[in-house]
């Protein structure tokens, strides 16, 4: 495979960047400031790692106008370097993990005889499609994946080997779908019968929109009656738990081992940081931050930033601490006496 060679004049113009230094010099990868050498282009994203600066043997960095002066190789100056770096990242991806030599449906590959399925694919050996469903044009499906039936996969999106679609899945455009992940499973929905479980059927389906990111061994459970959202934009992460009638809102990204209980809304443009927990039937706003490790057990009404999660101490001041918390209450009883008592004291007075 050829080693693809770009000038710094080149990536410049890529990023809408200036250049100080020699826009001639050539590069052929992006690395971190430590491991970079004469042919890479890196990065300084985050100040933790400024300390590398002086230090890196790349080529060029890119940096902000501020820590320019700090640059002792090439640069490139752009307001957004962590931006600038997912940019170039997709120049050196040669890799999609996706069988896309050809475009065909292999013939290992079974496709109902009522599934629609357009021109310009790619199904590889293994894939079930199943009654019904509709595959658009630049679909690109990995080895040993199922699309239940009536399912629908828009155009462009690519599904990594193993995925599970379930009938009645409605799947946008340019998505990315890892392996392992499981979309439309049941809800998990049971009704107490004299000390048994009886359980209730899913009806709904599962809607994702444009240029959703699955990650891998996510699953997303089909609403019980209405649907499950995922609208346009949304990144979720591996091992993630979506269950039924949820609605995650647009661009709003969700990091690993995070786990959404039933008919919860969590709007536009939120984060939650990874292995948070968040109750069903709840509400919360636009523009929200959740720390990882939170658990979300109320509305949250307003944009911000929210955690629950204690960071990590030392075990013997953990300890402590822990006897403390256990205290409060009797503390707090304490101090409801002493507050009464200088109340009749001030009032004697």
């Known amino acids: 495979m050829a080693i693809l060679q770009f000038s710094l004049k080149q990536l410049a113009e890529t990023l809408g960047a200036d250049v100080v230094g020699d826009d001639s010099v050539v590069v052929s990868g992006i690395a971190t400031l430590q491991s970079a050498s004469a042919e890479h282009i890196s990065f300084l994203a985050n100040p933790a790692y400024e300390k590398y600066l002086s230090e890196t043997q790349a080529a060029a960095v890119i940096v902000t106008a501020a820590q320019a002066k700090n640059c002792p190789v090439n640069a490139l100056i752009h307001e957004q370097p962590y931006l600038a770096y997912a940019q170039l990242s997709?120049?050196?991806d040669t890799s999609s993990g996706i069988n896309d030599s050809a475009l065909s449906v292999h013939p290992r590959a079974t496709v109902h005889a009522s599934a629609q399925i357009a021109d310009g694919v790619v199904i590889d050996a293994g894939?079930?499609?199943?009654?019904?469903?509709?595959?658009?044009?630049g679909v690109n499906i990995g080895a040993n994946c199922v699309v239940g039936t009536d399912s629908v996969i828009g155009q462009g999106t690519r599904v990594y080997a193993g995925v599970s679609i379930y009938h009645g899945v409605s799947i946008g455009q340019n998505g990315i779908i890892h392996s392992g992940a499981v979309i439309g499973s049941d809800g998990f929905g049971f009704?107490?019968?004299?000390?048994?479980?009886?359980?209730i059927a899913q009806l709904g389906g599962v809607v994702i929109g444009d240029d959703v990111e699955i990650g891998a061994n996510t699953a997303i459970d089909r609403g019980a009656l209405d649907n499950t959202y995922i609208e346009n934009g949304v990144k979720l992460d591996n091992q993630?738990?979506?269950a039924h009638n949820v609605r995650v809102g647009e661009n709003t990204a969700i990091a690993a081992?995070?786990?959404?209980?039933?008919?919860?809304t969590i709007g536009k443009n939120c984060v939650l940081g990874g292995a948070c927990g968040v109750s069903g039937h709840l509400h919360i706003a636009d523009n929200v931050h959740v720390t990882a490790m939170t658990m979300v057990i109320k509305n949250l009404t307003e944009p911000g930033v929210y955690s629950s999660g204690t960071g990590v101490q030392p075990n013997a001041e953990w300890r402590k601490s822990i006897a403390r918390l256990r205290q409060l209450d009797k503390m707090a009883r304490r101090l409801k006496i002493v507050e009464k008592s200088l109340e009749e004291m001030g009032r004697k007075n």
């Open 90 to 92: 997709h120049l050196w």
């Open 240 to 242: 993630i738990q979506i």
């Open 191 to 199: 009704a107490p019968d004299k000390g048994k479980w009886r359980k």
């Open 127 to 137: 894939v079930v499609i199943q009654a019904g469903a509709v595959i658009e044009t």
């Open 257 to 264: 081992c995070s786990a959404i209980a039933g008919s919860t």
